[in-house]
Antibody
Framework: EVQLVQSGAEVKKPGESLKISCKVS????????IAWVRQMPGKGLEWMGI????????RYSPSFQGQVTISVDKSASIAYLQWSGLKASDTAMYYC????????????????????WGQGTLVTVSS | DIQMTQSPSSLSASVGDRVTITCRAS??????VAWYQQKPGRPPKLLIS???TLQSGVPLRFSGSGFGTDFTLTISSLQPEDVATYYC?????????FGGGTKVEIK
């Protein structure tokens, strides 16, 4: 059974650092991308970035480039999202999600959406 | 970057009604649109990929259509358990942008 299990809720102060995690099981960690998605209170979904665990190839949304760091621990099948200096505006629910790697055959190329999601990690930043 | 504009932002319909949600891409993205359903307090769930491919286990009252820039999610007969917010997403290439969401309620 495919599972993405995220770390628990966090309460932090502005300026503090934080690293949240997404531990996967039930499939080959290095064969699928892992994405991070933010959802601010009462708002929609925002794609933050994505990493391919096999080689740590990482892409960031322009909105989040330089604001967060995405990484993995291949040996433990865990993906991470971290901040070096939190702001109150980072208060949100954060989801990890899995994405199958794209491929091309002789006729077409294929890409895939996010098929499995973690349960979410609520991050609250308040003084 | 390509923007995804979803409409309406909310709707209220009666049980049994046909409901249609639209998503417009600012540039052509072939069929690379997914639709997700998010119920309160839950993570999103993938309903449809490749604009019209229903995921396993998703009720047949859900359907998707479109190509290029204009896409549609249809619920043929709205049920109480369909109360949720629905999001489209482009996934042809990064950034993997979501639409703003459509909140569906029962009248």
């Amino acid at each position: 059974e495919v599972q993405l299990v995220q770390s628990g809720a966090e309460v932090k102060k502005p300026g503090e650092s934080l690293k949240i995690s997404c531990k996967v099981s039930g499939y080959s960690f290095t064969s699928y991308w892992i994405a991070w998605v933010r959802q601010m209170p009462g708002k929609g979904l925002e794609w933050m970035g994505i990493i391919f665990p096999d080689d740590s190839d990482t892409r960031y949304s322009p909105s989040f480039q330089g604001q967060v760091t995405i990484s993995v621990d291949k040996s433990a099948s865990i993906a991470y999202l971290q901040w070096s200096g939190l702001k109150a505006s980072d208060t949100a629910m954060y989801y990890c999600a899995r994405r199958k790697i794209g491929y091309c055959d002789s006729d077409n190329c294929y890409q895939f959406p996010f098929d499995f999601w973690g349960q979410g990690t609520l991050v609250t930043v308040s003084s | 970057d390509i923007q995804m504009t979803q409409s309406p932002s909310s709707l209220s319909a009666s049980v049994g009604d046909r409901v249609t949600i639209t998503c417009r891409a600012s540039q052509g993205i072939d069929f690379y649109v997914a639709w997700y359903q998010q119920k309160p307090g839950r993570p999103p769930k993938l309903l449809i990929s490749a604009a019209s491919t229903l995921q396993s286990g998703v009720p047949l009252r859900f359907s998707g259509s479109g190509f290029g820039t204009d896409f549609t999610l249809t619920i043929s007969s709205l049920q109480p358990e369909d109360v949720a917010t629905y999001y489209c997403q482009k996934y042809n290439s990064a950034p993997l942008t979501f639409g703003g969401g459509t909140k569906v309620e029962i009248k």
